[in-house]
């Protein structure tokens, strides 16, 4: 500790308070790239186990990859059955339990 400093001193300190002040200014910058939304130029296809949302959703760039929704497919393959549809069946055919018969 020194109770007087150069002015050379002073104003390398101050530099580098500065050129700190620029480095925080990069990362905020970077960090608003990295968070910034996009909307995706084509449709993403869709396929099992891989990440997928519409168009129209402004997803940031620097996200894609780590973005998980869980959210039902927007067709049925082969074999699979949608278990909401067939309820929805069920009631418009007045089939399945009604409370009058469940005691």
């Known amino acids: 500790y020194r109770y007087y400093y150069s002015k050379a001193q002073v104003a390398v300190t101050w530099g580098l308070v500065f050129f700190c002040y620029f480095c925080h200014l990069l990362m905020a910058l970077r960090m608003l790239d990295l968070a910034w939304p996009v909307t995706s130029p084509v449709e993403l296809p869709e396929e099992p ?3 997928w949302w ?4 402004a997803v940031p760039s620097g996200f894609t990859k780590n973005l998980w ?3 039902p497919p927007k067709k049925l393959e082969d074999g699979q059955n949608c278990l909401i549809h067939e309820m929805e069946d069920l009631q418009a055919r007045g089939g399945g339990i009604s409370a009058a018969t469940c005691r």
């Open 54 to 57: 519409p168009r129209s959703w």
């Open 69 to 71: 929704f869980i959210t």
């Open 49 to 51: 186990g891989k990440q």
